[in-house]
């Protein structure tokens, strides 16, 4: 089975990195989110409140250590990894596509 992942280049990249970690199948799916893509009725089947993320719930419910195992997880990604992707990708992504001096450090 061939995990399918929809969105935009810049709220996928947190998922994708999992996916490729794990090496997982995937296919990306782009979803324009400036033209309202997810505002369509393609999308609507996918998820009919029109949000991001849709498809199978990711977060354990019914075993507790499997769910201590993804809030430490979870806890590790948001304290230490996003924190440094998002200096990172601002620095190397945002900054220069709106003609912003990089910073010096």
Do not use: W
Request: net charge neutral; glycine share 4%; charged share 25%.
């Amino acid at each position: 089975m061939v995990l399918k992942l929809y969105g935009s280049t810049m709220s996928t990249s947190s998922v994708l990195v999992t996916i490729l970690e794990k090496q997982l199948p995937y296919e990306l799916i782009f979803v324009d989110i400036a033209k309202g893509e997810q505002k369509t009725n393609v999308f609507k089947k996918l998820q009919p409140f029109r949000k991001y993320p849709s498809g199978r719930r990711l977060i354990p419910e019914d075993d507790e250590n499997a769910f201590a195992r993804f809030e430490e997880a979870s806890s590790i990604e948001q304290n230490y990894f996003a924190v440094t992707a998002e200096t990172i990708g601002t620095e190397l992504i945002i900054k220069p596509g709106i003609h912003c001096r990089l910073s010096q450090c």
